[in-house]
């Protein structure tokens, strides 16, 4: 190799399924590939569920066999009360593609990683990329062993690093939330079957007041029991996230029938270890937000899985589409490592419009709890459709935004439009009428600088949410 030329053909930030796939599959095309993963597989990893058409996934890229000897747990169904207090059953006994799985993610997550690294892919564990810079055509990136820095060149650089997508943002796109969705999570160990139902294994979900629940057996005989709420819900609580976990899990029904009780004086005190059929359990705090880059692709690299664009884990597809999109990006990257740009440009389009379809799921799937009406967790993601929301707002109406009222202090008041529009892009809204504007040039500037798909309707909607709130009023009122 000459001097100064690029060592690697492609180099992976991140280890999960999407990043450890795709090193596999453009490896076997022939490609020089460095799989940067920060851990040694040996910690806690969210995203415990495969759905069943996940396997088929797995199928295509040859590692059947590998999946079945890594221990999965087949899951036939799902139990939930969403909407009505009694569980309802989704059974996967009439999918095409079987049953879905319980995964050991350490295990599933080393499984892939060794297949990556059978196939030649070179693998740096327990490292992190500090840095990338486009370089004569490449990159150059700064790897972290533990405090020790050293620098790797790089024809293509894949972001694989999760919803944070530290990369792709360092490289200049942006990130947009959607909520502030996050998950605290306990493995339990089922010692003691005392005060315990058991239904088998079963996903089971469970709707709350301030959020919702899942749990289900792993590989191995613990449960996993999480609990979904918003971030700035667990601040305003007081509590700690064990406390917050072992307060809102004496609410329930079915979460708490199937994990046991926590001793009376544990949830009082709102301490995060249980005792009695709650034993043992570290707290682990993962941010869950839908959110999505302005951009998959860009000059030399491309994002996939969370990276790219990450839905709730409501829908239960992370893994599912960290694996179509790593499946998707090989051919994409393939051929522009050969010059061809056009199917990385169609891939980034396919990024955008699945998205796109998930976010009307995302509010179906929300709107059909409606027990909590009034509760900020429920508020923020139950809305009209823009499309059937009357307009009373005159386009023409000069708007300001409330100068004495800073946007952060209308949590309360904007949790309507949230489930619109995302908080920071409210945020940015609020910002373009800092001077009195009028509605339709207000929807046409935020539309033109918006990196998210939106209408002027779905603005002026908004608009009006922002008014009724008090966050903007009519110039002169």
Known sequence: MEPGAERWSVLVAG???????????????????????GSQYDGFRPGETLAPYGHSLIEKVGLGERFAASGPLAAHAILSAWGQEELAERNFLWSPHGSGWSLDRRRFDAMLAGAAEEAGVVIARGTRVAQAAADGGGFRVTLDDGGRQREERARFVVDATGRGALVACALGARRVAYDRLIGIARVLERGSSE?????????????????????????????????MTDGDILARS??????????ELSRTTHTLARTGPAPAGDVARGVSSGGGAIAGGRVHVTKAA??????????????????????????????????????????????????????????????????????????????????????????????P????????????????????????????????????????????????????????????????SSPMPCSDREIIVVLQGLVTAGAVRRSGA
């Not at 280890?15 to 993963?37: F, K, N, T």
């Not at 007081?238 to 307060?247: A, I, R, S, V």
């Not at 929301?389 to 004495?404: F, H, K, S, T, V």
């Not at 949230?418 to 800092?434: F, G, H, N, Q, T």
Request: proline share 8%; net charge negative; charged share 20%.
């Open 290 to 383: 839908t959110s999505c880059l302005d951009r998959a692709v860009g000059p030399g690299w491309a994002a996939v899985g969370d990276a790219a664009c990450a839905y709730d884990p409501l829908s239960a597809q992370g893994i599912t589409k960290a694996l179509e999109t790593a499946i998707s990006a090989d051919v994409a990257i393939d051929a522009c490592l050969s010059g061809d740009r056009e199917p990385l440009d169609r891939y980034a389009r396919q990024v955008l419009s699945g998205f796109g379809d998930y976010r009307p799921t995302r509010t179906r799937h929300y709107g059909a709890e409606t027990r909590w009406p009034q509760e900020l967790f429920w508020r923020r993601r139950r809305a």
């Open 15 to 37: 280890g999960g399924p999407g990043g450890a796939v795709l090193a596999m599959l453009l490896r076997r095309r022939g490609h020089a590939v460095l799989m940067v993963e």
């Open 195 to 227: 005060g315990r139902e058991d239904p088998g294994n079963v996903l089971v979900l469970e709707a709350g007041a301030n959020g919702w629940w899942y749990s289900m057996p792993l590989p191995g005989g613990a449960l996993l029991a999480v609990y």
């Open 385 to 448: 459709p823009p499309d059937t929301a009357a307009i009373w707002l005159d386009p023409r109406a000069a708007l300001i935004a409330e100068a004495e009222r800073p946007s952060t202090a209308h949590l309360e008041g904007t949790a309507a439009v949230e489930a619109l529009l995302p908080p920071s892009e409210i945020a940015r809204l609020l910002a373009l009428c800092a001077a009195p504007s009028p509605a339709h040039g207000l929807a046409r500037a935020f539309r033109e």
């Open 238 to 247: 007081g509590l700690d996230p064990g406390g917050l976990w072992l307060q």
